[in-house]
C-alpha cells in the first residue's frame, strides 16, 4: 500500500492532535493546523517545496497569532481568589466572636471552618464577604 504525501501530512496532523491531547498544550493544535494545509496543498497537486511553505507558513502563523492574542489577554486571577475556581468567593457569612489574633470559627456550608479576617482595623462580630481561600482558611473582610 502507498501512501500519498496528503496521507502523510493528514497522519502527520493526527499525531499532532494526539500529542496535544495528551499533554494539553495548545499550540500543537495550530501546528496541526499547518500539517493541515500541506495536506491540502498535496490534494491541489502542489510541488513538496509548495506544500511545506504552506505548511510553514499556516503552522507558523497560527502559533505566532496564538501568542499574540495570549499576550494582549489580562493575567488569570490568583485560583485563591477567582470566583471561577473557587464558588464560595464573594459570599457571606456571619462571625459570631473574633480572637484578638484576628480568626475566627464559624459554621459554613454546615461544617465548621477557621476565617482570618483581610480587612483594616479590629474585626467586630457581624456578616462579612469571603474574599479568598487560603488552604482550608476563609479570608474575609467587610
Known amino acids: 500500500m502507498d501512501w500519498s504525501g496528503a496521507t502523510w501530512w493528514w497522519a502527520a496532523a493526527g499525531v499532532l492532535v494526539a500529542a496535544e491531547l495528551a499533554s494539553g ?4 493544535l495550530m501546528l496541526a493546523l499547518g500539517m493541515a494545509a500541506g495536506a491540502l496543498g498535496a490534494h491541489a497537486g502542489l510541488a513538496l517545496s509548495a506544500q511545506l511553505v504552506m505548511a510553514a507558513l499556516v503552522g507558523g502563523g497560527a502559533v505566532v497569532g496564538w501568542r499574540a492574542k495570549r499576550s494582549r489577554d489580562p493575567a488569570p486571577e490568583p485560583a485563591a481568589s477567582n470566583r471561577n475556581v473557587n464558588l464560595d468567593i464573594g459570599s457571606h457569612l456571619h462571625v459570631e466572636l473574633w480572637n484578638a489574633d484576628g ?3 464559624v459554621q459554613y456550608r454546615g461544617t465548621g471552618w477557621d476565617v482570618r ?3 483594616s482595623g ?4 457581624g456578616d ?7 488552604g482550608n482558611c476563609l479570608l474575609v473582610d467587610r
Open 128 to 134: 462579612y464577604t469571603i474574599r479568598a481561600l487560603d
Open 103 to 105: 480568626t475566627a470559627r
Open 122 to 125: 479590629t474585626p467586630t462580630p
Open 25 to 28: 498544550t495548545f499550540y500543537l
Open 117 to 119: 479576617y483581610q480587612g
